[in-house]
Every structure is written in structure tokens, then in C-alpha cells.
């Protein structure tokens, strides 16, 4: 069986895709084989679903799509409501069974969930039930605006509370002129209790390949080792 790590974000939008695929990246460059899963994507575009076609771009084993994506809707919007609009309910043993099915053909399996790690999948489970689910480390991407300090340590107070390691935190800058940016990273790194991976400089076009470079990978092998 592979190794895993599951990637979540302090809310939408921050990176998450783009750090799984430098992670993917990263570990592939080191020689090993991966593959990324994105069990839950909401928002197709142009008859696509861009996430779960970068994770496939990244990785250097092709699956199935039932298996790397077992749930995919059309609409962008919180996934168990888009469920509802579909008429299905998301269930986590599918996604566990496509998980487990994924490990035993690659050396590291990325997992990316889908918004903030407490988004809701359907009516009574969220992302951190999947997350608890797979058992996996967690590496938790902090998009850095106004607002990331207190949504950074609430994520991580909630990983701590599901009983989940947490690998590593990457600061993504997501704008380009964000004030005080050193001073938000340094006070991140005081209080989340996990090793910094790396710091991603804000890109117009985020480069996976790019970002792979900045990332360090040694918290995360001695996290599974």
C-alpha cells in the first residue's frame, strides 16, 4: 500500500489543486509513482472539471476517472448541495474503497478535498468525517489575506480535534500586494504547530512544476515514516 496525503485548505480558493499537483510533482521527481485524487469536484467548465484533469496532468499513473473522482457535478457550489440538485447522496465508502484501490498501484496518493475542511458532503458528514476516514496526514494550505490568521489556526484546531496529524502547512500568496505578508507568515509559524513546507510566491499563472521546487518534502516522509 502507498502512502497518502490528504491536502485541505483554509477555505476555497487558496491553492489547494496547486499545491496536490506540486506535491504530486515533488514526490514524482524523487522517483516514485503518484497519482492524485479528487473524490468530490463541484463546477464543470467548458465539459471539464479543471482539478480533477490537473491532478491527472500531475500524476504519473492513470486511473480510472470512477476512482480518482468518484463524485463530480456540474454547478460550483458546496458539494452536498449540488448532490442534492443531482439527486445523489455523497458517501464516504465509495471513496474510501477508490482511496484503497489507488494505494496499491502507486508509492504516494495525493488526496485533494473539496473547500474548507468542515464543508459539508451531505447532511450529517464533512470534509474532516472523509478525511478521518481515510486516516491520512493532513497538510493544510493557508491562503494569505486579511482573514487567513484566524481561519489558519481555527483548520488546524479542527485537525487536531479529528484526531489527524498535520504533516505541514504551505503559505500560499494568493495576492499580489498582501500588507504585512513576512509578519502573517511568521505568526502562522509560531502557532500551527507543524513544520512549514514552503512558501509559494504569487503567480498570475500558478505553475505546479514551479511550486514543486519550493516545497520541502521531509516533514511529510517523516510524518508516514
Known sequence: ?????????????????????????????????????????????EGRWADVEALAHA???S????????????????PHIAAELAG?????????????????????VVVEGAGGFLVPLNARQTGADLAMRLGLPVVLVVGMRLGCLNHALLTR????????????????????????????IRALGQRLDCPLLGVLPFQQEPSAM???RLLSLEPLLEATA
Open 1 to 45: 500500500m502507498g502512502q497518502g496525503f490528504f491536502v485541505t485548505g483554509t477555505d476555497t480558493g487558496v491553492g489547494k489543486t496547486l499545491v496536490a499537483c506540486a506535491l504530486l510533482r515533488a514526490f514524482a521527481g524523487t522517483g516514485k509513482t503518484v497519482v492524485g485524487m479528487k473524490p468530490v469536484a463541484a463546477g464543470r467548465e
Open 88 to 108: 445523489v447522496e455523497i458517501a464516504l465508502e465509495p471513496i474510501a474503497s477508490a482511496y484503497e484501490e489507488l494505494s496499491r498501484l502507486v508509492d504516494v
Open 63 to 78: 486511473a480510472g476517472r470512477q476512482i480518482v473522482n468518484p463524485y463530480a457535478f456540474d454547478q460550483a457550489i458546496a
Open 157 to 184: 484546531r479542527q485537525i487536531e480535534g479529528s484526531r489527524l496529524r498535520c504533516a505541514g502547512w504551505v503559505a500560499n500568496c494568493i495576492l499580489h500586494d498582501m500588507p504585512h505578508l513576512d509578519g502573517n
Open 59 to 61: 500524476s504519473t499513473v
Open 210 to 212: 514551479q511550486a514543486a
